[in-house]
T-cell receptor
Framework: KAGVTQTPRYLIKTRGQQVTLSCSPI?????VSWYQQTPGQGLQFLFEYFSETQRNKGNFPGRFSGRQFSNSRSEMNVSTLELGDSALYLCASSLGTGGQETQYFGPGTRLLVL | GQQLNQSPQSMFIQEGEDVSMNCTSSSIFNTWLWYKQEPGEGPVLLIA?????ELTSNGRLTAQFGITRKDSFLNISASIPSDVGIYFC????????????FGQGTILTVHP
């Protein structure tokens, strides 16, 4: 079974631009969670989608948004990029039901904002 | 909110030595997950624990779910150079969908 895939793997943007990252979950997984990882803050939860609905959201500004499609693929968007948005963005998929939320991570998208 | 305290923050060991790291929580967890992350990659799931007292092995790795449900530990036996990386404990945030809370990570360096 193929793992979680994320595209692109690397991205360089300038302040003020916007960016869209993509995540394809493991086949059969309906939940996709997004995290931001930085050296100073560690892994921080952005949001989670299940069956095209956002079920949970972390403490990030509204510039961070996401969506999920009917095939469970998910995208996250960051608008008006700031230098501090430079990070590794990780998505993780899980079944999303049954109470055991074991998550499997993709390789991440490394975003550099200049 | 929930917090996970992971220790030690870093370890420098010789190849062949055993390693032990642990995580404690301020609240009860129903699941404990242990991940390993290598530079530039996403965390890879090593072991998942679902029941208090559970002891699970994966090759040279052994992890236990504490009886109080507020702690877990991970042991690596006979370490090898490819064990190098950052190890994270994590657990789901109660009824909070899709959100894992992570420990700060343990950076493991293995000298040949």
């Amino acid at each position: 079974k193929a793992g979680v895939t994320q595209t692109p793997r690397y991205l360089i943007k300038t302040r003020g631009q916007q960016v869209t990252l993509s995540c394809s979950p493991i086949s059969g997984h309906r939940s996709v969670s997004w995290y931001q990882q930085t050296p100073g803050q560690g892994l921080q939860f952005l949001f989670e989608y299940f069956s095209e609905t956002q079920r949970n959201k972390g403490n990030f500004p509204g510039r961070f948004s996401g969506r999920q499609f009917s095939n469970s693929r998910s995208e996250m968007n960051v608008s008006t990029l700031e230098l501090g948005d430079s990070a590794l963005y990780l998505c993780a998929s899980s079944l999303g039901t049954g109470g055991q939320e074991t998550q499997y991570f993709g390789p991440g998208t490394r975003l550099l904002v200049l | 909110g929930q917090q996970l305290n992971q220790s030690p923050q870093s370890m420098f060991i010789q190849e062949g030595e055993d390693v032990s790291m642990n995580c404690t929580s301020s609240s009860i967890f129903n699941t404990w997950l242990w991940y390993k992350q290598e530079p530039g990659e996403g965390p890879v799931l090593l072991i998942a624990l679902y029941k208090a007292g559970e002891l699970t092995s994966n090759g040279r790795l052994t992890a236990q779910f504490g009886i109080t449900r507020k702690d877990s530990f991970l042991n690596i036996s006979a370490s090898i150079p490819s064990d190098v990386g950052i190890y994270f404990c994590a657990g789901p945030g109660g009824t909070s969908y899709g959100k894992l809370t992570f420990g700060q990570g343990t950076i493991l360096t293995v000298h040949p």
